[in-house]
């Protein structure tokens, strides 16, 4: 059963710093790229942060550049997205989802199989 689940969401000062974990399960974590994207209420769904599997290439939104930081671990089975300097509108439900192709992952996420995505975690940074 292929499974991917978030935690590390709550509620946060701006300013302050969250680190958000994706545990995945039932698949070969090692061969799949992991994207975090976030959604927040009426607003449509963006791309956070985004990891290749192949040379650990990374990309970020514009808007958390700086300040989010990606990673896998492949010991664990985890990504993390690190948060720092929140601001209020970074409040939004944080998803973590995977693919083979990091193309995918990373510019095309629609295409992602909804089994390889987590149910999120809700992030609230209050002013």
């Known amino acids: 059963e292929v499974q991917l689940v978030e935690s590390g969401g709550g509620l946060v000062q701006a300013g302050g710093s969250l680190r958000l974990s994706c545990a995945a399960s039932?698949?070969?974590?090692?061969?799949?790229?992991i994207g975090w994207f976030r959604q927040a209420p009426g607003k449509e769904r963006e791309a956070v942060s985004c990891?290749?599997?192949?040379?650990?290439?990374?990309r970020y939104g514009d808007s958390v550049k700086g300040r989010f930081t990606i990673s896998a671990d492949n010991a664990e089975n985890t990504a993390y997205l690190q948060m720092n300097s929140l601001k209020p509108e970074d409040t939004a439900v944080y998803y973590c989802?995977?693919?083979?192709?990091?193309?995918?992952?990373?510019?095309?996420?629609?295409?992602?199989?909804?089994?390889?995505w987590g149910k999120g975690t809700l992030v609230t940074v209050a002013s």
């Open positions: 989802a995977a693919d083979r192709s990091w193309k995918i992952v990373c510019g095309r996420s629609l295409r992602i199989n909804k089994d390889y």
């Open positions: 990891i290749s599997r192949n040379d650990n290439i990374t």
């Open positions: 039932g698949f070969t974590f090692d061969d799949y790229a």
